[in-house]
């Protein structure tokens, strides 16, 4: 492993971000690794894992210090989801969940919205980002979720798919079109809906072929009755603030893909030194070590790209869609190319629950599908070089 340490060597963190970087490496090695089996076979909500992260008060490193927070960089943040997911893909997810929908409030949020709400972020609690519909996925605009002005309150109506964190949430950052607003993407505007709000229901949880201790859900919203107080910008801003906090969360995913894919990377690692066949070991043989330079070399430029990426936000830059979804599609590729040849390696022990390969595979496929599909990711990149 001379490569990565050497790489990791090279990455610059200070002080309190190596101490950090340590707490939590230790939690995940004694806390969030030894619950992942189980978590992932019973289904169950890994409440003591987040128990663990929230001891160390991990929200608190996205969160303003006015609210409760220690703000930390965002290449900080985008290493400890590698590290987590590399321990636990539905943990993982469930902790970059709350980044990924309250980090619009942090950004567009006004005074008195962040101070009443981003306490309760700050402190431990779970968020949860309601974007697609049954009918509206990677176009947004399609969406049929209602916001209705009345008085001092605006009327919720529709429903929601797929939501991680959907039923364990204290706060939702839901996108629907505002009422009298005809342009499908003038319309779109977006709200905070509390947890309790009467009107909102939990109506499924979808069982799924990974992140089975992530909650991924089906909402409802009868009539909610949110205040004005907690639109989020003014109505049919909402389009704006979606595209912008998809420049966040995107490297997000990558990070949490690039976790999955240092697991598999280092199960093969293992397995091939430890695994005897036909009196050498499985990593003697030469395919294999073709196999593991190509997986390595691959690993090792998806790790810059997503540390530079992180780099351009902590910059300042806001322009980063094409960054973005460059980390993304590279690393969610490789999280699926790297689980499936650690399958591979693992004979039919990777077939077998007995070896974390299999529940690797299956906790990555979804890194090519949420967050954009990587078709969309491929077409964003590829018709940037079109000429205007």
Known sequence: MRLFEQLARTRGWNDE????????????????????????RSGEFPWENIRAINALGLNAIFVPEAYGGMPMSYRLYLELVSIITEACASTGIIWATSFHSMKPLIQYGTEEQRARLLPRIAEGGLGALAITEPTAGSDATGMK???????????????????SNGDVADLYLVFGKWSGIESPR????ALILEKGTPGFTVVSKERKMGHNGSSTCTLAFDDCRVPYANLLGAPGEGLSILLASLNKSRPSVAAHARGIARAAFKDMVA????RVQSGKRVLDFQANQFTLADLAAELAMVEHWIDYTGGLVDQGVEDIGLEASIAKLRASDLAMKMATE???????YGYCQDYRAERLMRDAKITQI???TNQIHR??????FAAK
């Open 17 to 40: 971000e190596r101490q950090i970087i340590d707490q939590v490496q230790r939690v995940a090695d004694a806390v969030v690794a030894p619950n992942a089996e189980h978590t992932d």
């Open 145 to 163: 979720t209602s916001f209705t002005p009345e008085g001092d309150d605006i009327l919720l109506k529709g429903s929601k798919t797929f939501i």
């Open 186 to 189: 003038k319309a779109i505007s």
């Open 271 to 274: 397995y091939g030194n430890d």
């Open 342 to 348: 650690c399958v591979q390696f693992h004979g039919g």
């Open 370 to 372: 949420w967050e954009g």
């Open 379 to 384: 077409q964003l990149i590829g018709r940037s």
